[in-house]
């Protein structure tokens, strides 16, 4: 193993290492990178002769992250060879590590902005701009700007200088904070006597964070302050306490920032609940008469603010063989102390004595303080109790009056009878209700039900059954009898009728025209809508197999349409419409969901016909990083909208004409697509393959489930549709998962995206990324492969390939060699597409005088003759003469 070979080359410039291995037999060449066994097609392995092979690995357009040591190896015997090392080092554009990033600050206060960016090549100067203007002079990388403060929204961004040319980083906005607005939405629930609920909508914050909200109450209209409470926030929320009852109380609340307080919201009016009464009636008396017992008492006089007018009262009386109270345990005493332990120990409603515990309120409200008592025992003690009734509650009992059965036991007659006939009067009617079902049981029994009516009528005649024949339901054989379609005839919930009502489209206004697609339980078809100007629009039509419709398959159909209805954002799909198609008589109409056509179809099917179609195209990474901040946009709206997809992948995600993706397939997907799902016992399928842990553990569908999908979804785009855990058995995924595997890295993927994905495939739901910051990072590296693509700068051209004309003007190529449109040709970093138009590349040609012609200890060529080997062979690593000079 010699000394390495040092090869500096260009970013987007070709490279093809070779490797030279003599006195084997056709052997195992594998090349290596940094320790790892590099898995690129472009290898080629050429014959010499017999024993003498070169192999060759070829770099098309050679990015930042092909940087590295790169060597061959072989076996033999067991051991391993390696030849001599090559280190590879990519130039280009400086590459931004920090960008300069937005900021909300108070005005005239000084902040700071940091900008990082690096080579190759070294070094790497920072030059910061304010709107137009240029600050200061270049400092080397990083750099930090001090700036003394703004007095209105300002822009900065940085230009990043070396050998090459330079980059422009991110516009970051510094924008000025302001007072909060005032809140909105304030309401004032859960009123007691005394207390009072408080909650409100926080206005803007000014770009600073509300630290707090003052409440202040007043009394209504126009009094004073009689309370302020300063609250934190989060929560939006106050409990208003030791206010005083049956009392009018205006109320307004202000927030503040670090700047100061928002103005007050508008005043709003509320009154607390006034006491209950707190006071027994007195001098309760009973006198007898003939006709029964009149109780009396004196009225109670309202003492405080009471919630209304006093009243009603109310009674309770008790006796030895039951009670009728509304509140229980009683007070007892003198005669009745002996039932006390045996009546507290049963609640409201239990039997004791043949008597019941019971709340009678309205057999003993009274509304004056007199009271005719007919319905007890004169040959029993009695104990009654009153209290008065308000519109908060009731007040205290009064002291019992007892009356003893000794004292009226020579003014009452023999027991009442006028209860003896009630058993007679519910021993007739029992035996006539009896009687009629024995009847009407033996009146069906005679009757013979066929497939399509009854035969033999309910009536007999001279003794025998006779025989009539009732039609089930009519028959047409001409034509089959049509129902109109409603959704009143799907049988589905009032709930769901009511959100799809305002959605429903009648079938006339639309033409079925061919099938997109199919499965086991639906399918998707073309269709040309009928628009109210008379125009016609293409949509797509899916509905269930009329052949397998059951109630519950339709409510889930059209659940999905429902949850439709409610979403607005450009990467979630949009419902058209609802429609049912009529069908014969006595069967249901068929659902249909109406959707836009998708010119594209499904991502999934895409992305395969990029790679396995009869005419396959090339798809840049920037394509692929934007279908995901596509998909990561449309779930970020959906999680905020307390939404879970639950079935998230490629498949279930559409692809406009423009090639925007939207997220689609809210429920009937799985039904649709089957052949990625698994049935488990009696379970319903499942997309077993993108499914987290807590999902096929325990059945739990959160927020979280669905950052796992989105991590497959995005294997799915990198590797352009191929299966998650190829050769891996659905039922097997599971043990897979649990024993700590995941997805592999693919090959073209970047670090920062395989990082992103594993995130999302932490064992912990609450440890993986929301959608919001899957977005963002996903932004920022759109953002950086959009710098380093070369594909909108005319001016970066092999210039270590080029002259510089005798006059030190333009720069012309060698003979032969021929611009061929930048580096972007390729595939990786440099492919085509994407580049936002905040970003600049500018050349800088006086680059060309300090380049180094050539590198370091780079061989002759691809054969190094002058290698000794001790076993007969001797595997080396040299430059072809592609990549030599450049």
Known sequence: MGAPVKLTVSQGQPVKLNCSVEGMEEPEIQWVKDGAVVQSVDQLYIPVSEHHWI???????????????????????GETEISQPVWLTVEGVPFFTVEP?????????????????????????????????????PAPSPSVLNVTGVTQSTVFTCEAHNLKGLASSRTATVRLQALP????????????????????????????????????????????EVLAVVVPVPPFTCLLRDLAPATNYSLRVRCANALGPSPYADWVPFQTKGLAPASAPQNLHAIHTDSGLILEWEEVIPEGPLEGPLGPYKLSWVQDNGTQCPQAPMFLAGPFSALRPQLEALPSGSVWGGGRFSRLQDELTVEGTRANLTDWDPQKDLMVRVCVCSAVGCGPWSQPLVISSHDHAGQQGPPHSRTSWVPVVLGVLTALVTAAALALILLRKRRKETRFGQAFDSVMARGEPAVHFRAARSFNRERPERIEATLDSLGISDELKDKLQDVLIPEQQFTLGRMLGKGEFGSVR???????????????????????IASSDIEEFLREAACMKEFDHPHVAKLVGVSLRSRAKGRLPIPMVILPFMKHGDLHAFLLASRMGENPFHLPLQILIRFMVDIACGMEYLSSRNFIHRDLAARNCMLAEDMTVCVADFGLSRKIYSGDYYRQGCASKLPVKWLALESLADNLYTVHSDVWAFGVTMWEIMTRGQTPYAGIENAEIYNYLISGNRLK?????????????YQCWSADPKQRPS?????????????????????????????????????????????GDQPSGGAG????????????????YILSPGGLAERPAQPEQQPESPLNESCCCSKGYCPTVAVSPQAEGT
């Not at 693509?789 to 210039?799: E, G, K, T, V």
């Not at 390729?826 to 600049?840: E, H, I, K, N, Q």
């Open 771 to 815: 959608f919001t910051c899957l977005r963002m990072e996903l932004e920022n590296i759109l953002g950086q492969l959009s710098v380093l693509s070369s594909s909108r700068d005319p001016l970066y051209i092999n210039i270590e390939r080029a002259e510089e004309s005798p006059d030190g003007g333009s720069l012309e190529l060698p003979s």
């Open 825 to 840: 040709e390729g595939s990786g970093l440099g492919a085509v597409g994407g580049t936002p138009s905040d970003y600049r």
């Open 55 to 77: 192999g060759f690995l070829s770099l098309k357009s050679v990015e930042r992250s092909d940087a590295g040591r790169y060597w061959c190896q072989v076996e033999d015997g």
């Open 745 to 757: 890295q693919p090959p073209e993927c970047m670090e920062d995206v395989y990082e992103l994905m």
């Open 526 to 548: 073309e269709a040309q809508l009928k628009q109210e100007d008379g125009s016609f629009v293409k949509v797509a039509v899916k509905m269930l197999k009329a052949d397998i």
């Open 101 to 137: 990033k937005d900021l909300a600050v108070p005005p005239n206060a000084p902040f700071q902005l940091s900008c990082e960016a690096v080579g190759p090549p070294e070094p790497v100067t920072i030059i910061w701009w304010r709107g137009g203007t240029k600050v200061g002079g």
């Open 181 to 224: 607005a005032a809140p909105f939405n304030v309401t004032v629930t859960k009123l007691s006597s005394s207390n009072a609920s408080v909650a409100w909508v926080p206005g803007a914050d000014g770009r600073a964070l509300l630290q707090s909200c003052t409440v202040q109450v007043t009394q209504a209209p126009g009094g004073w």
